[in-house]
């Protein structure tokens, strides 16, 4: 079955950029969205088709995808960037699917 | 604004049922597919139903189908999602969720409400 693949955790330095990968087959076909989750909170949006942020997500988020891997970076990370983030998208037939998620830390 | 209120979780014995409902309000809900996603405790996401935005096409995941049934009221702004014969592995936050796009193409959830804890236990 098809799986979207992300490192358990990162941890990088306050002001230090954060890279944080997700790997799939269907990746050079479909479009990566990343939510970011903070402890307790619901799931929000910060990255839409590969690269796009919506309204309100601060500009050190960035996203891009290239083959087979989407990447998230977080451009002078800062201690609330804290938290989980999940990639998604979708199977060669539409069937949505989200990464395991990947545990960021700014310490 | 957008804002998305789940209520009905709770602790349920395995094999009991419960309705969760998801009231909607700061868009022209009508207009737009809904999704149910869940959570289990300390695990990733997990898509688990679609309804359209007229509520005639309905999607589940393998997990739940058969189990748990999705349902919406356009006019009450309200999504629901009932289930049944439930299983310890369906303890989870349960999230609605607006979707921009549709099933089979390319979509996506943008807008998503607190959550509702669902524990299923003896």
């Known amino acids: 079955s098809y799986e979207l693949t992300q490192p358990p955790s990162v941890s990088v330095s306050p002001g230090q950029t954060a890279r944080i990968t997700c790997s799939g087959d269907?990746?050079?076909?479909?479009?990566a969205y990343w939510y970011q989750q903070k402890s307790g909170q619901a799931p929000v949006l910060v990255i839409y088709?590969?690269?796009k942020r919506p309204s309100g997500i601060p500009e050190r988020l960035s996203g891009s995808s290239s083959e087979t891997t989407a990447t998230l970076t977080i451009s002078g990370a800062q201690v609330e960037d804290e938290g989980d983030y999940h990639c998604?998208?979708?199977?060669?037939?539409?069937?949505?699917?989200f990464g395991g998620g990947t545990k960021l830390t700014v310490l | 604004q957008v804002q998305l209120v789940e209520s009905g979780g709770g602790l349920v014995k395995p094999g009991g049922s419960l309705r969760l409902s998801c009231a909607a309000s700061g868009f022209t809900f009508s207009d737009y597919y809904m999704t149910w996603i869940r959570q289990a405790p300390g695990k990733g996401l997990e898509w688990i139903s679609y309804s359209s935005s007229g509520g005639g096409a309905v999607y589940y995941a393998n997990s739940v189908k058969g189990r748990f049934t999705i349902s919406r009221d356009n006019a009450r702004n309200s999504l629901f999602l009932q289930m049944s014969r439930l299983r310890a592995e369906d303890t989870a936050v349960y999230y609605c969720?607006?979707?921009?796009?549709?099933?089979?193409?390319?979509?996506?959830?943008?807008?998503w409400g607190q959550g509702t804890l669902v524990t299923v236990s003896s």
């Open positions: 088709e590969d690269s």
């Open positions: 969720a607006r979707v921009i796009g549709q099933p089979n193409v390319e979509n996506y959830s943008d807008q």
């Open positions: 998604y998208s979708t199977d060669s037939s539409g069937y949505p699917l």
């Open positions: 269907a990746l050079p076909k479909k479009y």
